[in-house]
């Protein structure tokens, strides 16, 4: 007998459930036309500083965007891969978590998550570009996305 798989579309709904329960004063808006499973847009309005997207694709990936900063989470059928998943959004969110984004000139080249943790900020999932390397000689400069 073969086993069931797993309702992936089931987890990330009430994933994504829990995360707007957290915040219910803020609109969340599904995008149906996205080439993912699910797509969701949290628009900037009063309580949110940044547009945030939150999707479901490739059957398993949560992923989070915000500024420069996208990263997915797999396989979504891992409840404490969810856990961190809802803890990255919310903690970002609610002003808790900050996205640090790295720029050569006006370049992007890198963006990473971060909670505070003992007085300093650790690094939980980073985004990069390939670019960086061939933009060094220009200065580094960085921007804080956070939502306070």
Same mark, same amino acid.
């Given at each position: 007998?073969?086993?069931?798989?797993?309702?992936?579309?089931?987890?990330?709904?009430?994933?994504?459930?829990?995360?707007?329960?957290?915040?219910?004063?803020?609109?969340?808006?599904?995008?149906?036309?996205?080439?993912? +499973?699910?797509?969701?847009?949290?628009?900037?309005?009063?309580?949110?500083?940044?547009?945030?997207?939150?999707?479901?694709?490739?059957?398993? +990936?949560?992923?989070?965007? =915000?500024?420069?900063?996208?990263?997915?989470?797999?396989?979504?059928?891992?409840?404490?891969? =969810?856990?961190?998943?809802?803890?990255?959004?919310?903690?970002?969110?609610?002003?808790?978590?900050?996205?640090?984004?790295?720029?050569?000139?006006?370049?992007?080249?890198?963006? =990473?998550?971060?909670?505070?943790?003992?007085?300093?900020?650790?690094?939980?999932?980073?985004?990069?570009?390939?670019?960086?390397?061939?933009?060094?000689?220009?200065?580094?400069?960085?921007?804080? =996305?956070?939502?306070?």
């Amino acid at each position: 007998m073969q086993k069931a798989k797993p309702d992936t579309m089931k987890i990330a709904r009430d994933t994504f459930s829990k995360i707007a329960e957290k915040f219910p004063h803020l609109i969340i808006t599904e995008n149906k036309n996205d080439p993912v +499973e699910i797509s969701l847009t949290i628009p900037k309005q009063p309580g949110l500083k940044f547009k945030v997207w939150l999707c479901l694709q490739n059957n398993d +990936e949560l992923h989070f965007s =915000v500024g420069h900063f996208w990263l997915a989470w797999f396989p979504c059928t891992d409840s404490q891969i =969810v856990e961190h998943y809802i803890e990255a959004v919310i903690g970002f969110l609610s002003g808790n978590y900050r996205v640090l984004e790295h720029y050569r000139g006006r370049w992007c080249i890198n963006a =990473v998550l971060q909670k505070p943790q003992d007085n300093r900020w650790e690094s939980i999932g980073s985004w990069a570009t390939g670019w960086g390397i061939f933009l060094k000689w220009l200065p580094e400069t960085f921007k804080e =996305v956070r939502n306070f």
